[in-house]
């Protein structure tokens, strides 16, 4: 994930969750809800990004992989090179329907996005 | 960071931090304030210790790398192989006057910890 230009190269978790993130065009998609760490090597695996609904019903949950964000400092937000019917189509869940996240799904995940899953 | 026995090999940061920390002896030494993810890789490099303080107050902050940590469902939380007075010679800040986390300063808390800094 590239992110802003602070003088040291890391950044809270609580910095990225709330953050908005827009397709390319400039449309707000949804914020980052929560980052899902791979517990053995600590690697963010995914941001998990909100989408829809509306006080947070009804929405859905997508899970993208850390590499396919970009911060732009213009939006103040993420950008995911995107559009909205892309997203529309990419894996997805109900906020209380979390999928396993088993080395099969992260495959599925990561190849939506095009990122290689390592 | 070995933590409980899901099914899945990710967790949350939510469900990271806010999550309480005892040494061996099972002193409650705090609890997770936030997690320092390098930008680049993705890797989460410390999860920070909120320790000491009153209702915020005076709290002091300790960077721990990932794998210092290790969770125990016995506690309910994570348990660093620490005793207190070891834990007051490490590495901290105020909450107010965050470092910059460049690789010197990782490496003296990885140092600090035992913990290889790559």
């Known amino acids: 994930m ?3 230009n602070t003088a040291t190269s890391v950044i809270s978790s609580d910095k990225v ?3 908005n993130v827009y397709n390319p065009a400039g ?5 980052i809800e929560t ?10 695996r995914y941001a998990v990004l909100e989408f829809g609904g509306f006080l947070g ?3 859905d949950r997508y899970p993208l992989p850390w590499d396919s ?3 732009e400092a213009s939006h103040a937000g993420y950008v995911i090179s995107l559009s909205k019917e892309q997203l529309e189509g990419a894996p997805r869940y109900a ?6 996240y088993t080395d099969a799904y992260g495959r599925r995940v ?7 899953y390592i």
Do not use: A, N, Q
């Open 2 to 4: 590239d992110t802003d």
């Open 17 to 19: 969750t709330g953050t």
């Open 27 to 31: 449309d707000k998609l949804g914020s």
């Open 35 to 44: 980052l899902m760490i791979d517990k053995i090597s600590g690697k963010v």
């Open 57 to 59: 019903i009804g929405t």
């Open 69 to 71: 964000l970009k911060y």
């Open 95 to 100: 906020r209380d329907v979390v999928p396993e």
């Open 110 to 116: 990561y190849d939506y996005y095009g990122v290689p």
